[in-house]
Nanobody, 125 residues
Framework: QLRLVESGGGLVQPGGSLRLSCAAS????????IGWFRQAPGKEREGVSC????????NYADSVKGRFTISRDDAKNTVYLQMNSLKPEDTAVYYC??????????????????WGQGTQVTVSS
């Protein structure tokens, strides 16, 4: 099963920025499309963004479009999520997973392992 580790979360004020990292250990991330998901208290996990294995195709939820940017660095075996102009409603635990892109949808792969601990993002003044 594929397992990933998230990092980079923290506490920021509205309008601030954070850069999240999704790193793989023990396998090459280059071959997989990767997605970012988030879950706020009392809500279901929702898709935020995903990127193709080549890095040439990306998808974004309407709520983050224009503010978040997903990218990947194959040399570092890592996928990033740059988050700018953060809003209180962005507060959630953020997770990454191996996905398959179907048009505008990002579907978690059947061979993806258990969700990790995620990384907490809190946007508050």
């Amino acid at each position: 099963q594929l397992r990933l580790v998230e990092s980079g979360g923290g506490l920021v004020q509205p309008g601030g920025s954070l850069r999240l990292s999704c790193a793989a250990s023990g396998f090459t991330l280059n071959y997989y499309a990767i997605g970012w998901f988030r879950q706020a208290p009392g809500k279901e996990r929702e898709g935020v963004s995903c990127i193709s294995s080549s890095g040439r195709s990306t998808n974004y939820a309407d709520s983050v479009k224009g503010r978040f940017t997903i990218s990947r660095d194959d040399a570092k075996n890592t996928v990033y999520l740059q988050m700018n102009s953060l809003k209180p409603e962005d507060t959630a635990v953020y997770y990454c997973a191996a996905v398959t892109q179907w048009g505008s949808s990002c579907i978690v792969r059947a061979d993806f392992g258990s969700w990790g601990q995620g990384t907490q993002v809190t946007v508050s003044s």
